[in-house]
């Protein structure tokens, strides 16, 4: 086990585990979870019949940080994991994956956060966790890296680090030091039910930042339940009870159909590639990390639509690729795996 480090300071990570930047001017932020997804060897069947696990790093901030760094950009993850030996392997799957986790923050008291993940017949995921608290809970305001915060071009985050305290008020506080350093807001909600006291505490958690983003990614079931039940593919919905005036663009992820978009001045949808699907989890970390490695070196791409929509069908190839291998982070696309791809699948 290494040396526990001191909370806060520069050695919160051994030498050894402190990861770099790439690039900071396009640099993206991503606060949140990290965690060790069990998942069965074989598919289609209970936590309980499953003849075995296979662990894997997993979190969606986590997974999109390193999706990222894998389509060459420059990405920096920050959270809170337990100082034993699964937190110091993530650090390590972070440092090994170019992302910076000088970030991260160890609780001695505290354990890494374990999921346990069923893969159903047809890909589909079914979620057991140990949290109670896990680490990633109990990250506190005065441990966060503002400095790096500060740095950032795009600061993404989901809505798992709101459900508790004192890791809400420390996701607010960094949230309030990205946007007055000009940092571009991405909220991918991410709903996790069973990880939340109630569906309204959900629904009201998930909406307490709503307005706040400059982007948001959200899926069809995440729609119906956010809006209480409405139809996830009528525009009309969408436009009138999820898209904001501070919203400079909306994406409804639909699997392999692909997605729909939505800004101040069009709207459209750019259809998927389908695949063999194994395993989808991470896809739609995946296709984060793939529209927000392509707005980060360019966030003008957002006023011009033909430039969106390539960019977009960019990222749905990111979570195509994804979903033909087991586990979120080992099944992570590199940028000329993407565009290989997508060669062999032009849909124009």
């Not at 008291?109 to 374990?114: D, E, V």
Request: negative net charge.
């Amino acid at each position: 086990m290494a040396k526990s480090p001191a909370p806060g300071g520069s050695d919160d990570l051994p030498s050894d585990t402190q990861g770099g930047y790439q690039d900071k001017n396009f640099l993206v932020v991503c606060f949140g979870e990290m965690l060790v997804d069990f998942v069965p060897t074989v598919a289609g069947v209970s936590l309980a019949e499953a003849p075995a696990f296979k662990k894997a790093p997993g979190g969606a901030p986590a997974n999109v940080a390193v999706g990222i760094s894998r389509l060459g950009g420059s990405s920096a993850f920050i959270g809170k994991v337990g100082d034993d030996d699964f937190g110091y392997m993530l650090a390590n799957i972070l440092k090994q994956n170019n992302v910076d986790n000088s970030g991260m923050r160890f609780d001695h008291k505290a354990r890494t956060s374990l999921a346990f993940v069923t893969l159903r017949a047809d890909g589909e995921r079914e979620f057991l966790f140990f949290r109670h608290p896990s680490a990633d809970m109990l990250l506190h305001e005065s441990e966060l890296d503002i400095n790096l915060i500060k740095q950032a071009k795009i600061f993404h985050y989901g809505s798992i680090s709101l459900i508790d305290e004192p890791c809400r008020s420390a996701h607010l506080a960094a949230m309030g030091i990205a946007r007055k350093s000009g940092c571009i807001l991405s909220y991918d909600p991410n709903l996790r039910l069973p990880l939340w006291p109630s569906a309204e505490a959900a629904r009201k958690g998930i909406m307490s930042v709503w307005d706040q983003a400059d982007i948001i990614k959200i899926s069809e079931d995440e729609i119906t339940f956010l809006t209480g039940g409405d139809d996830p593919f009528d525009d009309h919905v969408v436009l009138k009870k999820l898209f904001h005036p501070n919203l400079k663009l909306l994406i409804v992820t639909e699997g392999s159909e692909g997605c729909r978009y939505y800004t101040k001045e069009y709207r459209g949808r750019v259809v998927g590639v389908k695949v063999t699907s194994v395993d989808t989890t991470g896809a739609g970390d995946a296709f984060v990390s793939g529209i927000l490695s392509s707005l980060a070196s360019d966030l003008n791409l957002i006023q011009d639509e033909k430039r969106l929509r390539e960019a977009l069908a960019f990222a749905n190839a990111c979570g195509a690729l994804t979903v033909k291998e087991r586990g979120a982070i080992p099944a992570l696309p590199t940028k000329d795996a993407v565009l290989q791809f997508l060669s062999l699948h032009d849909e124009s």
